[in-house]
């Protein structure tokens, strides 16, 4: 079953405190991406990677990073969460451009 | 900017009746896509449809697209109450870039 994973489901941290956010998808796509979502302003694109070691920045890159070491796993990375990065985020698989995207269930980031 | 912008932003109906919803979008795009998502959960494709494509059915859903007025409609006939999502757009103008608008919050009252 195409599957994009993502994990946690759910986090609670402090600000500061470094944390990561796994992506994992069987599908065997080159591009992923990162999105965040927050009421009135829709998903927003944070980073997308179109292939392994191949990242870039989407329209709200500022406060995390990325890698792609492997196909499969495109973990979000917050080195140091602040509150206004309080979120809902989703993991993206698939090339827009040509065909659906997948999406992972979401993880529901709260930073106080 | 947002490409894709979605109205109505909100749209209360009963069980069995028509809902539309519609999409602008601002640059050249080569397919428009729609999908669903359930409260606080990942978003489910609906439909694409290419830029050269007019209109294109799958199911209960009727997807149209008007290139020179850049916008699309997303109509789901005879609604369920299992309907009940929010519907966006999604427009990729490039390889890696795509934007989603801000959604239409759809009600379907049993």
């Known amino acids: 079953e195409a599957q994009v994973t993502q994990n946690p489901r759910y986090l609670i941290t402090v600000t500061g405190k470094k944390l990561t956010v796994t992506c994992s998808q069987n599908?065997?796509?080159?591009?992923m991406s990162w999105y965040r979502q927050d009421p009135g302003l829709g998903l927003r694109q944070i980073y997308y990677?179109?292939?392994?070691?191949?990242?870039d920045k989407g329209d709200v890159p500022e406060g995390y990073k990325v890698s792609r070491k492997e196909k499969r796993n495109f973990p979000l990375i917050l080195e140091s969460p602040s509150p206004n990065q309080t979120s809902l985020y989703f993991c993206a698989s698939g090339i827009f451009r040509d065909n659906e995207a997948f999406f992972g269930q979401g993880t529901r980031l709260t930073v106080v | 900017s947002q490409q894709g912008e979605e109205d109505p932003q909100a749209l209360s109906i009963q069980e069995g009746e028509n809902a539309t919803m519609n999409c602008s979008y601002k640059?050249?795009?080569?397919?428009l896509q729609w999908y669903r998502q359930n409260s606080g959960r990942g978003l489910v494709h609906l439909i694409l449809?290419?830029?050269?494509?007019r209109e294109k059915h799958s199911g209960r859903l009727r997807v149209t697209l008007d290139t020179s007025k850049k916008s699309s409609s997303l109509l789901i006939t005879a609604s369920r109450a299992a309907d009940t999502a929010s519907y966006f757009c999604?427009?990729?103008?490039?390889?890696?870039?795509?934007?989603f608008g801000t959604g239409t919050k759809l009600q379907v009252i049993p």
């Open positions: 999604a427009t990729p103008g490039g390889y890696q870039k795509v934007t």
């Open positions: 449809i290419r830029s050269n494509e």
């Open positions: 990677s179109m292939n392994v070691e191949v990242t």
């Open positions: 640059t050249s795009i080569n397919n």
């Open positions: 599908m065997n796509h080159e591009y």
